[in-house]
């Protein structure tokens, strides 16, 4: 049987219709799709002009949209943070029954302090109390809408009052821990201050649309306090640097 021939088509000429339809039929699907999307040049203007579009709108919401969006979304947890941890501590320390047992105070026949001392014990009962009351508040925190200008995104504040505002909601999920502080100062000459502070440290996530921004708070909260007072020495030198007589003189000093 003799092989037949088919009449090759001219360079310059289109492949008819029931060709492409052939060529397209023993494809993929995929392909296929694809070659009736871009077949025409005009598609493929119509193609290049939206992934322009497309790339100008994401460089506008990664310089402009996003750190505005960053930064209100920072300042509102860091105030409902702080709000919430220091209400809890509060209602922790003033509640706790060991909270009067911090400070133990010995003094003498005159009423002098003689002895100042932190019942650590207490302390520990106290700050575990107030540590499990902070992380309650932080889980509990539910979310938060504000609003943003639209002016605002595109570095118009002068024109935020009267533009329109965008709704944006963002959640926040917080833990905290503590830790005992105990601070000396001296007051005078014959004064010290001794104070056992309670800090706590919140660490809370903020999540919104295009942003999860970590916000760290820190607290301190006072348990007990002690001024000691001495005798009133008859001397008083400070911090002089001034050379003072040694007496009895050295050999060769009048």
Known sequence: MSPTFRPKPSRGRRPSRESRQEWQQGEPRHLRVLYALFKSPFRWRVTGLLLVVFSVFLFVVDTRIRPSIEAIATSVATRTATEAVNDALQSAVAESPDEGKILHVETDASGNIRLATFDFHSVSIVQAAATHQSEETLSKLSSETFSLPVSQTFGGPLLSVFTPEIPVRMRMIGSAHSSIRLDVKSLGINQ????????????????????????????????????????????????ATVDLPVLPPLSGQK
Request: charged letters at 10%.
């Open 192 to 239: 010290s201050v001794h104070a056992l502070y309670l800090d706590v440290t919140a660490q809370v996530q903020a999540v919104a649309p295009l942003v999860t921004k970590p916000v760290e708070i820190h607290t301190s909260v006072p348990l007990a306090y002690v001024v000691l007072s001495g005798e009133i020495p008859n001397t008083y030198l400070g911090r």
